[in-house]
């Protein structure tokens, strides 16, 4: 069947599932495989569940006049978002980077949302199927569509471009992460950067931080709105005293007549003002009013571990930020932490950096050496979990080791931590999240 063929049975079911176990009725089932499931195994069933059709790449199946034979199910996932995105031709705005691009698609959302009827990635759906999955949910009434794309390898931005077709986009911010496809930062460099080398050839543009030398380098020549600390940028922002855990700042555009703006925020860490000011100048480039851009980043709560205050029954005080983890976002975390007062005794509780390959231990030695070593010293209790640095510290005495998250998870039942200030970080395999009712 071809994707033109798919598409006219696609826009008259519009809702497609990948789930056997969650069916909606009258949706396209997408029998995708992996190494570990075969979906075509359950194309049958998800037919009996409701399913109008299910799309299906096996010869092994029988003949039934409700699956749909295609070459490679993904492949055809992926040129029917592609074909329903160039049909609807709505302004497409990518974001991705190393650290904060989620948090950074949140704050574009609540700040769009304000005046205009959007679409965006829904939790983490950043590849090479959530993000077919998300315009397959775009519908000619948005006025825009929001996408977040995630790398792991080489070439992974540019197939979400291939799909996604973006007009807008950002680059948050270029770190060390999942090295073990990278191999090294530049290979982080030239992947994300594939974002930009597509809205250059595809004439868009680029929402950029000012003060960033290496995105400066790779968005040369193309249109861009930057934003940032420096008197350069257009959209500038500056910090204002610390006044408690939550980031507050000032901003302004001189340059388009825009006098300083009072902005409060429900946000952990002045590594997130980057983040709140992509959101700021995207607003203003759609021409929304200041004071609506103001309130609406005031009034987003982060969910989901991500830069996340909460007061805990045990009566701590808990910054969890246990999405992810990487070594630049790990020491912005920690130097943040270090910098709040508190009258509350300070514990770091860290999880490994996952996905670093060949510098995994070197990294984990440099957060400690660097960061952990001077929290020691201010009577910080560190308390460490994961296979790395239980391998790594095993014999430093002065921290607390557990090699997962149960075995943290059985400590605090015997002996919960009360009275503290925390900070929870560490890779989402580590799975520190499911601790957090323990504190």
């Not at 660097?370 to 005495?397: A, H, Y």
Request: with cysteine.
């Amino acid at each position: 069947m071809s994707i033109e063929e798919l598409y006219q049975i696609y826009l008259q079911h519009p809702i497609i599932c990948t789930d056997s176990r969650k069916i909606t009725k009258q949706c396209l089932f997408f029998a995708l495989s992996g190494e570990r499931f075969d979906g075509n195994q359950f194309a049958l069933s998800a037919i009996e569940q409701g399913a109008a059709y299910a799309i299906v790449d096996s010869e092994d199946l029988p003949e039934h006049p409700q699956l749909l034979h295609v070459e490679d199910t993904l492949l055809a996932l992926q040129e029917l978002a592609a074909l329903h995105r160039a049909t609807l031709s709505k302004p497409v705005i990518a974001i991705t980077g190393t650290n904060g691009k989620t948090t950074t698609k949140e704050l574009v959302a609540q700040v769009l949302s304000s005046t205009f009827n959007i679409l965006y990635t829904e939790g983490n759906l950043n590849n090479h199927i959530g993000v077919p999955l998300t315009l397959l949910r775009l519908k000619d009434e948005h006025d825009f569509a929001i996408i977040e794309m995630g790398a792991s390898k080489p070439g992974d931005i540019d197939e979400l471009c291939q799909i996604a077709q973006p007009n807008y986009g950002i680059i948050t911010n270029i770190g060390e992460a999942h090295l073990e496809g990278f191999q090294s930062i530049i290979g982080v460099e030239r992947t994300k950067g594939e974002l930009y080398a597509w809205l250059k050839e595809h004439d868009g543009k680029i929402i950029r931080k000012e003060d960033d030398e290496r995105l400066a380098r790779l968005g040369k020549g193309i249109p861009s709105v930057t934003y940032g600390q420096s008197s350069d940028a257009v959209i500038q922002g500056k910090l204002s005293e610390q006044n408690g855990v939550f980031l507050a700042f000032q901003w302004s555009a001189p340059a388009i007549n825009i006098g300083i703006q009072e902005q409060t925020t429900q946000l952990v860490g002045a590594y997130n003002l980057d983040n709140a000011l992509a959101a700021i100048s995207l607003g203003l480039f759609f021409g929304i009013e200041p004071s609506k851009i103001v309130e609406s980043i005031a009034a987003y709560k982060p969910q989901n571990s991500r830069s996340q205050f909460i007061l805990t029954k045990l009566n701590n005080k808990l910054i969890a930020d246990a999405y992810n983890a990487n070594p630049s976002s790990m020491r912005s975390a920690i130097t943040n932490f270090q910098q709040l007062s508190t009258e509350l005794r300070k514990t770091l509780i860290l999880g490994d950096m996952n996905e670093l390959g060949a510098s995994s231990e070197d990294a984990h030695h440099s957060i400690f050496n660097d960061l952990i070593e001077p929290m020691l010293s201010e009577n910080c209790r560190v308390i460490l979990c994961g296979p790395i640095w239980t391998k790594l510290l095993s014999s430093d005495t002065r921290v607390t080791l557990y090699a997962s998250a149960s075995e943290l998870h059985d400590a605090l039942s015997l002996e919960p931590i009360t009275d503290a200030f925390i900070l929870l970080k560490g890779s989402h395999g580590i799975q520190l999240e499911k601790i957090i009712n323990d504190l």
